[in-house]
């Protein structure tokens, strides 16, 4: 079984680009959350799609987007990329939507770098 | 807002010593996580903890979870090296549509 599929795996980009990641969930899973990790600390949430809508937004700010497929993969977009945007962007995979005993998937992530 | 705060931050043990990892959050929640992370790797989830009480072992780590005390914790028993890693704890917020993660315990067990 395929886990949870990040492309690309590396990336770098210029200051002022725009830069778009993706993500294939678990096979059945239909909901899919998007993480930065910043080296040296935790996760922290992006946004959460659950049956192609959006469920949850963390405190980012409105150059970051994302959507959701029919087939529920995802994209993260991220515009205007600053030198702060740096870092681990993980996607995560969960069966349902507030299902106990199920924690999220992660994928092996995208690593943005911004010069 | 929930808060999730772990303690300590870094950890450098010798292999065969036993020392525990703690996680405390500043919300009702009786959900909790714990992930571990390989220098440039992903996360892998290690526990599962759903309820008030609860205890998980595996292998050398065993994990609990105080919902009153808003506390968990990581017991890791006779250390060796493949235990270097960074472990987080995570809780689950508003029925899961995300975990607030802790900042992560660097672990490194010396031989």
């Known amino acids: 079984d395929a886990g949870v599929t990040q492309s690309p795996t590396h990336l770098i980009k210029t200051r002022g680009q725009q830069v778009t990641l993706r993500c294939s969930p678990i096979?059945?899973?239909?909901?899919v959350s998007w993480y930065q990790q910043v080296l040296g600390q935790g996760p922290q949430f992006i946004f959460q799609?659950?049956?192609?809508?959006?469920?949850g937004r963390g405190n980012f700010p409105d150059r970051f987007s994302a959507r959701q497929f029919p087939n529920y993969s995802s994209e993260l977009n991220v515009n205007a990329l600053l030198l702060g945007d740096s870092a681990l962007y993980l996607c995560?995979?969960?069966?349902?939507?507030?299902?106990?005993?199920?924690?999220?998937?992660f994928g092996s992530g995208t690593r943005l770098t911004v010069v | 807002e929930l808060k999730v705060e772990q303690n300590p931050l870094f950890l450098s043990m010798q292999e065969g010593k036993n020392y525990t990892i703690y996680c405390n959050y500043s919300t009702t929640s009786d959900r909790l996580y714990w992930y571990r992370q390989d220098p440039g790797k992903s996360l892998e989830s290690l526990f599962v903890l759903l309820s008030n009480g609860a205890v998980k072992q595996e292998g050398r780590l065993m994990a609990s979870l105080d919902t009153k005390a808003r506390l968990s914790t990581l017991h890791i028993t006779a250390a060796v090296h493949d235990l270097s890693a960074t472990y987080f704890c995570?809780?689950?917020?508003?029925?899961?549509?995300?975990?607030?993660f802790g900042p992560g315990t660097r672990l490194s067990v010396l031989p």
């Open positions: 995570a809780v689950d917020m508003d029925y899961g549509q995300n975990f607030v």
């Open positions: 799609y659950y049956e192609k809508e959006e469920r």
């Open positions: 995560a995979s969960r069966l349902v939507q507030g299902a106990r005993g199920y924690g999220y998937t």
């Open positions: 096979s059945g899973h239909k909901s």
